[in-house]
């Protein structure tokens, strides 16, 4: 394809991404800048002067720092020996060490008050009547939000550690270097910018996370006051303020990480230029390093049970008991026959699906300019396409929400019923979650088609070309078929994870025939009765559904899985 295709092509693409992604945020800035049309910083300032919204940041950064340093402590040494020793029953352990992605932290949250309530498991061991969450709601949110997102560190620490260069260490060693001197002299500088990558998602995530703070009622940090101040979007720019400094200190902290590790990341070759061979264990030595593999996955495998066991417990039969006193399927037949969960189930499929076309379209249109063109901006492309890991989702579904406000309030919008329909979130929010599922996903979908085209070799479009195929012709009949593995990889994490996006779905569906399953499952969490085990029961679901897609994709991308998550 010649270069004015190329540059029309890059165009259009920035013009898409612009709309959909960097206008929400260019609202939310404007929004608590400019007042009555005039710039201030009244707002912005007021945010730090409230002491609410300073504790809510505080305490924020708290949840943010505590999540990244737990997910770090045990994610670096599985990494580490993972990496080191080969040992029975490594690649099942090295799976179940991901089992955890399987469960969004929110519905996590279902199991570890069933694990560490007031009449929980815990105290029915122990014989006490301690609320330990209700005391510890700070420790409670971090260790679910760790438990959760280690497995996204291990994935970049792992990558890191396969691209060190294994004579680096050993030219340490043959000096007379120590092991753990070695470690933190040669092998630790070369993996940090591997460990920045993996540790600004988890940061960022944990900064920003909605669902688990709002079910373990830890109402004073700043996403659950973003929320709360949803019903103040278009009489108020201080909500604008708020999501501002969200965005502001994510932006920075990423900004940072990039400037102190980007520098040190030359030293490291893309890939090693020796295979490392890891050493081989047996006998009772090969027990060793499959103690810290079953003690991690056994306990981040806990909310799950404990979701798992409510899900299939009657309701008022777990109460100040180790296990449940009668076991029923009835909850999920409930569930499954509710009619607010058939109609989200339905909802969700809708929403994903459409999202995921607009994501396939566009994900593979801009890996195709970065990996095959060589236009000026397809850098700058790629690394825009790869910013929504690093913006909070929090930020991007205020920011459509602003969107919305903007639209509804135009005439033509607010006298039309098919305009408002489209355009107010109030009325119908399909149009803005598909949008926030897309836009969310994207990098998944980037990385997945740029891998996949990278291990393919032009000459096959260049023979086509020179045949008489069409660039169409030649996407179709050649480059599609080559690398419909990675697209399907892309597919099924951009499907799977906007299924139970929580950040978009809590703040944007706002009428129960538009919830999606997550929004559904918060809603009949807070239901007395029957609501946590129905909550339960459709976790469950969500955890073999993306189950599902988390094996099918690590089948089909192998060790580049890690990838995906890097920024």
């Given at each position: 394809m010649n270069a004015s295709r190329w540059y029309i092509l890059l165009a259009a693409v920035s013009a898409v991404l612009g709309a959909l992604f960097l206008l929400p945020i260019a609202l939310v800035v404007k929004g608590g800048f400019w007042v009555d049309g005039a710039f201030t910083l009244d707002y912005l300032l007021g945010v730090f002067r409230n002491p609410i919204y300073a504790e809510g940041l505080a305490n924020s950064f708290a949840i943010a720092a505590g999540t990244t340093l737990l997910a770090m402590a045990i994610a670096l040494p599985l990494a580490w020996i993972s990496h080191k020793y080969d040992f029975p029953g490594k690649a099942l352990f090295s799976a179940l060490v991901l089992v955890p992605m399987i469960l969004p932290p929110f519905v996590g949250a279902i199991g570890m008050t069933q694990l560490l309530g007031r009449y929980g498991v815990l105290n029915a061991l122990l014989g006490t009547s301690v609320d330990w969450l209700g005391q510890a709601r700070y420790a409670g949110v971090v260790a679910i939000q760790a438990l959760a997102l280690y497995p996204i560190a291990y994935l970049n620490a792992s990558a890191a550690l396969a691209n060190v260069d294994p004579a680096m260490e050993e030219a340490a060693a043959n000096l007379g270097c120590p092991g753990w001197r070695r470690f933190f002299r040669i092998t630790l500088p070369l993996i940090a910018p591997g460990l920045f990558?993996?540790?600004?998602?988890?940061?960022?995530?944990?900064?920003?996370?909605?669902?688990?703070?709002l079910m373990l009622n830890y109402t004073t940090c700043a996403s659950v006051q973003v929320f709360d101040a949803l019903k103040e979007i278009g009489s108020s720019p201080f909500p604008y303020a708020l999501v501002f400094v969200v965005l502001a200190c994510s932006t920075a902290l990423y900004a940072i990480g990039k400037l102190v590790f980007g520098r040190g990341a030359h030293a490291m070759q893309g890939k090693a230029a020796v295979t490392f061979t890891p050493t081989r264990l047996r006998g009772v030595r090969a027990l060793l390093p499959l103690a810290p593999f079953v003690l991690v996955s056994l306990t981040a495998l806990l909310p799950h049970l404990g979701v798992i066991f409510t899900s299939f417990s009657q309701p008022g039969s777990w109460y100040g008991s180790v296990l449940p006193q009668a076991f029923t399927t009835a909850n999920y037949a409930e569930a499954l026959g509710h009619d607010m969960t058939v109609l989200s189930i339905r909802n969700s499929l809708l929403?994903?699906?459409?999202?995921?076309?607009?994501?396939?379209?566009?994900?593979?249109?801009?890996?195709?300019?970065?990996?095959?063109?060589?236009?000026?901006?397809?850098?700058?492309?790629?690394?825009v396409a790869m910013i929504p890991l690093a913006v909070p989702g929090l930020v991007m579904a205020f920011g459509y929400l602003a969107i919305s406000s903007w639209l509804a309030n135009l005439g033509w919008v607010r006298d039309s019923a098919l305009w408002t329909a489209l355009f107010d979130v109030r009325v119908n929010p399909t149009l803005f979650l598909v949008t926030a599922y897309a836009v969310r996903r994207l990098p998944y979908m980037v990385r997945s088609a740029a891998a996949g085209l990278q291990q393919t070799s032009e000459t096959f479009e260049e023979a086509a070309a020179n045949l008489g195929a069409s660039p169409l012709v030649s996407l179709r009949r050649i480059t599609l078929p080559l690398i419909t593995a990675n697209l399907a990889a892309g597919v099924l994490l951009a499907f799977a994870f906007s299924m139970l996006e929580v950040s978009d779905s809590l703040m944007l569906a706002q009428q129960a025939q538009f919830y999606p399953i997550t929004k559904t499952i918060y809603e009949l969490f807070q239901l007395l009765g029957t609501g946590r085990y129905l909550a339960s029961a459709l976790g469950v679901w969500a955890m073999v559904f993306l189950t599902v897609a988390i094996l099918g994709t690590s089948l089909l991308l192998g060790r580049k899985m890690g990838a995906i998550f890097r920024v």
């Open positions: 990558a993996g540790g600004t998602i988890v940061f960022i995530w944990s900064f920003t996370e909605l669902g688990a703070p929403f994903s699906s459409i999202a995921v076309f607009v994501n396939l379209g566009l994900g593979l249109a801009i890996a195709f300019i970065v990996v095959r063109s060589k236009v000026r901006g397809a850098a700058v492309l790629d690394a």
